[in-house]
């Protein structure tokens, strides 16, 4: 039996991977998916979603189960100190926080009923601008079109060979899962509303800081920044006996995550010149990985596949398989500089610190969460502009 659809192949079956196979196998590609490890499983604590990637979860019909267990916090509050800087109740923005494996498991249900074909245990360590796939196990395959959604080390990319740019910060994270302790919290602090995410923020005589993030009614993510400099700050399993000092009112928290081994992560932006070559694209951390400050890691990494996946279907609609690579070219035009923002953005937090002073989420820091990328409409401006360029240009 021969299939008359157009093909794709995808290697990594993260936030990113799972987004561009179900949108295209919704499309009518067919989808198959690899990834390296030896089951689908989504490592990681707990994770925040702003409007871009929900609109997403909402084209693929994924927002429903993701309801059933994540929330939407009163209010963002920063505090330095233990002194409240703002409390922001981001009216009109929609966002929500969860845990990652519910996202992931969301994710993973939504392709599958898409009919992806997952391969669990399967390494893709290259691809070709023509559309070939080279396995860990020599076999080969070929695809109309290949996405490397391999992460932060991605193999699709070292192999086409892309110049990449890395940054380092100084700063670094390690991130919980624990109970919500709710009760012993509110026996703690009482006048706190513990349903809000609160960014602690510590910068003297030391830099120490919790972000405390609901993320449903029974699990609540930790995440746990000091520089990497910081040898007890940074340590795995925590040092308790230091984070409590500063963070009293968190005991029962920081309890529990002393009981969890724990990985620091260090900080890191990557920006390639290009992300797409031929019949071959990027999306998520192998193209742009950054640094978490506004949370849109994993925001930009299901938008790009969103907007990917339908660029694509519309290229081979019109124009064939062909047009592709200037179809992917194209989309990473009119695409990246959204992505671009949030990057320069986090970065920029990440450099000076500057969310511990509150009001995190104003002007060119939700920009990209407003964004709706499966809206047909949502270039109508940009070719406006364009095309007043082109008159003035005259
Ligand atoms: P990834 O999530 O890294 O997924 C890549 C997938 O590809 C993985 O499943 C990997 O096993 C697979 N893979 C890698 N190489 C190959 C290969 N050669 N062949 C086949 N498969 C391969 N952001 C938050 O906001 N909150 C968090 O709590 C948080 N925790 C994180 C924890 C970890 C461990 C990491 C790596 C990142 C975390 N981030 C977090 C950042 C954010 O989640 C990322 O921006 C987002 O997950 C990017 O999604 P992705 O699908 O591009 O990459
Ligand atoms: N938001 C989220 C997050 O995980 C972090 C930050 C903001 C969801 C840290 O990991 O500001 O660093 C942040």
Redesign the pocket.
Known sequence: MTDSRRHAEI?????????AATALAQKGWSVRL????PE?????????LWNNSLQVLDAIGATHDLNERSMTPPAYETRMNNVIQSQEELDGIRWRTMT?PHLHQTLLTAAREAGVEILAG????AATPEGEVT??SGEKRTADLVIG????????RDSLGIPLKRQRSGDGIT?FLVPRHKAELQALEPDTEWDNVIDFWNLEPRVLRVLYTPANDEEL?I?LMSPSADADGSRVPIDLELWTSVFPQLAPVLQDAAGIQG?Y?GYQTTRLEHWTQGRAAL????????C?AL????????QN?WTLAVAATEAVASGGTDSLPHALTEWERVERPYTDLAQDRSQWYADTREMAKGNQFVGESVETALYNPTDPHRHDSDRNDTERHEVAAS
Not at 11 to 19: E, I, P, Q, R, V
Not at 283 to 290: L, R, V
């Open positions: 290697s990594g079956g993260g936030f990113a991977g799972l987004t690899h990834e390296r490890a689908l499983r989504a490592e990681g604590a707990g994770i925040v990652r399967s390494e893709v360590v396995l860990a959604a391999d992460g932060v080390g991605s193999a699709v991130r993510y995440a990985r992560y999306i998520g951390d192998s193209a742009h990985a950054m978490p949370a849109q890691g994993a925001g930009t990494a299901m596949a």
